[in-house]
């Protein structure tokens, strides 16, 4: 079975050529169900032709958010926009935006043929016209020999590219796509978010994606929109989300942080420093340390260096002086956690064939680089 | 030689106990279900005198008037049924299912009162309101200067018939409505369809099923039924002329047999033609998170309308239990729109002489319940755990027993059992009162059948296999273990079994041998069948109705108790 959607210079060229990238524009969104704050005060500009996500944790509202674009929601107050125009008031079968269900959503009382050719027929145009743009649709995802069958005698990747026919063949303005690879296995799903990938490139369609799945979000989207409690937490490409979170939550979602208790303190000398239990101050930059006294110290485990020779810290680094809890064998490096002033820090060692392991129980001596060190509040 | 080796294999993977449970089940099933079906179809092919094969009583019954008559009326009376049914279903079913409205509670209640009292116990009562002379009428001519012939002949039928039965239409309809999945619509209005577009090309056809399925049910009920043309005086319809024929003439003529193979027949096309309508058409289509239909707000208007079309269908539907209690009091009810004075003798007529017809019918469909749930629990058993080799057609028996008419049943059970003398008294065995017991059995077993499937369905096996981990045998596990988890759905089964049971007529009314015998629906018809005793009879009526009542509302707490311990009530 060929899984690759079939390269239809033809076909694709034809819809891309119809599809005028659009921006979406979410302005002071606030939505409640009963005593429920679902969003609170949503802002977001999605550019033209971005492919952008909404990543958050189950219950963060993205799937709320969603669904309030494609028009089953409706908020107490704020709009969205689409190309400018406020799309608030119309009812969903009005908004020209195509959504792929977390379900597929496919009829099981149609073919796969009359399943894409819905929304055409909708739109009351020829018969013929339905024909040739199902035909092109079917091709684009490599299932023009299954217009026949019915949804259940499909797998469900197969299902899931005929649910993506049936929305980018109205040449809808934008795509939502609601969790689409959750219902694949592991394999299947690594391949469909590059086909994803290459689909949007073709036809330059606006496209927002929610998912749980940091790793998904990463690999295909051009920006991401962190979620959680209702509330956007931050919005960057994902370098962006990695190397500069906004607050604990996002540097915690996304890649493994440490997170570090202690006290911001002048430094004499008109700086600041953070002072914590088994590490020396670490110095800050002149822009952090805003909000005062609190904050946690958050740095990722690959930004500390074991220092064996047990000399003096590099310049520019803390040292950090702890025991080593446990070790995991993660192949290409090991991942130790260390009890620092009793805190827990993971750090990555790279490793190579017949490097020694450090015990558990050994003391161990760290540096830290302290300009990727990062102050950051919950 | 590998089919060999795998046959050997096969049978060395049975186990005895199993088998042999199978075994007796089979038994059963193939003396009071099988055998006597297989006579009544033979006999009805059979010249009455020399016993050889022969067609002509199949050309007798399609040259005489009355039977080709009584054929057309059984099929216009119940598809017309089906009809009516529908009309009171539907627009119940779209109220609940696509409105937030208050009254869905009295909807849901709608699809249970009718179903508490057999049609033909509430006929005569429908009479006294409906009829040419009844309330209803008497009222409307009095003040209007017309009446509405409700229950003229074949309308009466029609009428108490799918009061009595929509709920079927009701129930099934609106579980598969509430099993769309709402992404289903929510996609087809994402790609711009919407109002009765939507419903026309996704929601309707997407109900389908479950609406074929009641209206196919309604179909083979009222094709069947023999009581309520009995009651409302209409012979002229295949089950009361089958009736008529084995009673008046006698066991030995062939009439009664064809009738018998034609109702068979019937039934099993309507069951064929519903099946070929849902062929690959299982739409359960909910996934996780997805939950109905969405649900809006009806505005004041609708509401007003609303109200209206459920109240309407209440009055209709407890137009029957009103009257019967108005008839069960009343000294005299005779054109006048209620009865003149009323009095409490007829209960005590009831207490007086007819205690047998009740404390009969306790025991007979306690027993047939019994027998239903343990065999029902066994089948399923054997069907779903077990790689006993035909255990499929024990299932497979004991749900034919849906396409058996209560007549079939019981002039197959007169032949069969007529001619086997019993031991010691020498009395014909279809006069023994268990005869009764095992057929009210049978007709109730496909219901507890499923019950029970249901309900073993939901015991994950891997709960059995924890059992024999720990070192349960096969048969302590299923003691200590299924049974108990299936409680709820055997004690259901076994409810919806008696009660059913209390209020049979169709075969008991064939098999009823003596007087003290006989339980209360037999009692029932016998009283109806005199002005004097409509007053008794409808006394007598009313206590089917409790009993019935009292046995629908535990089989209902009790599978709201198991749902809840199951954590799924919310």
Known sequence: MNHQFSDQRFSSAALAAQIQSVGVDIEGVNLSYGSNHVLKDVNLAIKPGEFFAFLGPSGCGKTTLLRLIAGFNTAQRGEVRISGRDISTLPPHRRDVGMVFQSYALWPHMTVRRNVAFGLEERRVPRAEIERRVDAALDLVGLRHLADRRPSQLSGGQQQRVALARTVVIEPKILLLDEPLSNLDAKL??????ELLSLQRKLGLTTIFVTHDQEEANTICDRIAVMEDGKVQQVGTPQDLYDHPANLFVAGFLGTANVLDGAVQNDGAGGRVFVGDGVTPVALPPTVGAGGAGGKL????????????????????????????????????????????????????????????LAPDAPIILDLAADKARLLHP | MTSLALTRDRIARVRPGPALAALLIAAFLLLFLVVPVVQVIFVAFQDK????????????????DLFMRSFWNSFYVSAMSVVVASLLALPLAYLTTRFEFRGAVLIQSLGIIPLIMPPFIGAVAMQLLFGRNGSVNLLLRDHFGFSIPFMEGLNGVIFVQSIHYFPFILINLSAS???????????AQNLGCHGFRLFRRIVFPLAMPGYVAGASLVFI????????????????????????????????????????VVLIACSLLALWVSALAMRGKDYATVQRGGGGLAKRRLKPLEMVAAYGIVLLILVLVLAPHVGLGLLSFATIWSFSPVPDAFTLKHYQTVFTESGQYITNTLLYASLAALLDVVIGTAIAYLVL?????????????????????????????????????????????????????????????????????????????????????????????????????????????????????????????????SQ?????????????????????????????VIIVGLGTYLSHVVIERGRRERGQDH
Not at chain 1, 189 to 194: F, G, I, K
Not at chain 1, 318 to 343: C, K, N, P, W
Not at chain 2, 226 to 247: E, F, H, K
Not at chain 2, 518 to 537: C, K, T
Request: proline share 5%; with cysteine; aromatic share 8%.
């Open chain 1, 189 to 194: 799903r690594v391949q469909m978010r590059q």
């Open chain 1, 298 to 357: 958050m740095f990722r485990p690959q930004n500390l260096m074991i220092r064996a020779d047990g000399g003096p810290p590099a310049a520019g680094h803390a040292r950090l002086t702890g025991t080593i809890r446990h070790r995991e064998f993660l192949g290409a490096s090991i991942r130790y956690a260390v009890d620092v002033g009793g805190q827990l820090v993971q750090v990555d060692a790279p490793h190579q064939a017949g490097d020694a392991l």
């Open chain 2, 49 to 64: 005198t020399t016993g050889a094969f022969t067609l002509v009583n199949f050309a007798d019954f399609f040259q005489n």
């Open chain 2, 177 to 187: 409505l509430r099993n769309i999945d709402r992404a289903m619509e929510e996609s």
């Open chain 2, 221 to 260: 009920k009222v094709f069947d039924d023999l009581g309520t043309p009995l009651l409302l005086n209409v012979n002229d319809m295949l089950a009361p002329q089958a009736y008529l024929r084995i009673s008046s003439i006698g066991i030995a003529d062939p009439m009664g047999y064809v009738i018998s």
């Open chain 2, 385 to 513: 755990r077990t790689k006993l080799p035909g255990r499929q057609w024990l299932d497979y028996i004991a749900m034919a027993a849906l396409a058996v008419p209560g007549v079939v049943l019981g002039i197959g059970y007169l032949r069969s059992f007529y001619d086997v003398p019993m031991p010691f008294t020498g009395q014909p065995l279809s006069n023994f009162w268990l005869i009764l017991v095992f057929a009210l059995a049978i007709r109730r077993l496909p219901y507890a059948l499923r019950a029970c499937t249901a309900a073993l369905q939901q015991v994950s096996s891997s709960l059995e296999e924890a059992a024999e981990n720990l070192g349960a045998t096969k048969l302590r596990t299923v003691g200590r273990i299924v049974v108990p988890l299936m409680s709820g759905g055997i004690l259901a089964g076994f409810v919806t079994s008696f009660a059913t049971a209390a209020v049979e007529l169709s075969a008991t009314i064939m098999l009823v041998h």
């Open chain 2, 516 to 544: 003290s015998d006989a339980p209360l629906a037999y009692g029932l018809y016998v009283y109806m069948q005199s002005a004097a005793g409509r007053g008794p009879g409808a006394a007598l009526g009313i206590f089917a």
